[in-house]
């Protein structure tokens, strides 16, 4: 497997290329042209320019995170038609720079959720954090919204582009039609509309978990447990219909067992890349996100990575969320350290797994 690191690009990220190359076992970052809004082509010229940064860095770029869906995609309007062109003709871009693989989501309206970023932990550590019971509490999303965009530090966080937050109110009003039902047959749509070109480029869709792995504000969520994602790639049955196992986002729901999910859809080819971190479950609905060690935690690092293994994995893996640390001023989840941390964590985990199967 291929150790990755989410990065956000040179005028978005504090962290310099160069720093994540000298983490131990990298290969490659996982980025992408994040100030343009969901919807539009990615710029060959661009991609071209971004490829030869990160390749002049020691780096490779083979997964993009993310390419975003619009919003009328997901919910079925007739101006999806373009924004389904739009996107293949990104996808046709980014294989003219070595794409491998694309993550991608379809939650409607908001993209993961916590209900803070900043918690401080015992031992002096930034972290975020969920509770349902606080998300039950709010009655105006868009304030909630504005509350959790105060404490990003000034750092544009993915997934919650500034476009999206501006148009709340309308896309609330937009989804009260749109069924669970629904959503999954506009996901069917536009992956029959885009799989044939992904074969045509070599280039997999990897779709990301809900996060948290159940419906909030009443949106209606279709990603987030075995079930859902075998029905998930069976609604368009190509090998090139993946999913991004993201460890936190599943796991934050006890009932989803990490192992076997990953065992079940490793032996049919369809782990694309993974996002590996720890959280921990305080009570049902209520988690924080902890160092990626087991006992930090509520899952056992050892027993998915002897999962992936067990199955062959041979895709993309990234450490996922980090806490701050060491009094670094970074974006939530995406600071240096502990992601760092995470790698020579996950790196132990797999040399031993290897030693011992061989
Ligand atoms: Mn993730």
Redesign the pocket.
């Known amino acids: 497997m291929k150790m990755t690191f989410r990065w956000y690009g040179s005028s978005m990220d504090p962290i310099p290329l160069k720093y994540i190359r000298q983490i131990p076992g990298i290969t490659g970052v996982v980025t992408s042209l994040m100030d343009l809004p969901a919807g539009e082509v990615w710029p060959l010229e661009r991609l071209k320019k971004l490829k030869n940064e990160v390749n002049g860095a020691g780096l490779e770029l083979e997964v993009i995170e993310s390419v975003n869906v619009h919003e009328d995609i997901k919910l079925g309007l007739p101006s999806r038609e373009q924004y389904i062109e739009n996107y293949k003709e990104t996808i046709r871009n980014l294989k003219e720079i070595g794409v491998k693989v694309i993550c991608y989501n379809f939650m409607p309206v908001f993209d993961?959720t916590r209900t803070s970023l900043d918690r401080v932990l015992s031992d002096g550590s930034n972290t975020m954090s969920y509770d349902q019971d606080m998300i039950n509490k709010i009655t105006d999303p868009q304030k909630f919204a504005d509350e959790i965009q105060n404490q990003t530090g000034g750092f544009e966080m993915a997934g919650w582009e500034p476009e999206r937050m501006a148009e709340l109110k309308r896309l609330f009003q937009a989804y009260e039609t749109v069924s669970h039902e629904q959503l999954k047959e506009n996901l069917k749509y536009f992956l029959e509309a885009i799989l044939p070109v992904c074969e045509e480029c070599d280039i997999k869709m990897a779709m990301?978990?809900d996060?948290p792995p159940w419906d909030i504000f009443g949106l209606p969520r279709i990603a987030n447990s075995l079930e859902s994602f075998e029905e998930i790639i069976s609604i368009a049955d190509s090998p090139y219909n993946c999913i991004?196992l993201?460890?936190?986002?599943l796991g934050s729901n006890p009932d989803n067992h990490l192992p076997e999910i990953i065992r079940h859809f490793g032996r049919k080819g369809r782990i694309a890349f993974v996002?590996a971190?720890n959280l921990k479950i305080e009570k049902p609905g209520k988690f924080y996100e902890s160092s990626h060690l087991s006992r930090d935690g509520s899952f056992d690092m050892y027993e998915i990575m002897k999962a992936l293994n067990e199955t062959g994995f041979d895709g993309y893996i990234r450490p996922?969320?980090g806490r701050m640390i060491w009094d670094e001023h970074g974006r939530a989840g995406y600071g240096l350290f502990d992601r760092a941390l995470g790698i020579a964590y996950l790196n132990g985990i797999q040399e031993s797994i290897e030693k011992q199967t061989k």
């Open positions: 993961w990301h978990p996060d991004t993201c460890t936190g986002s996002h971190r996922d969320h």
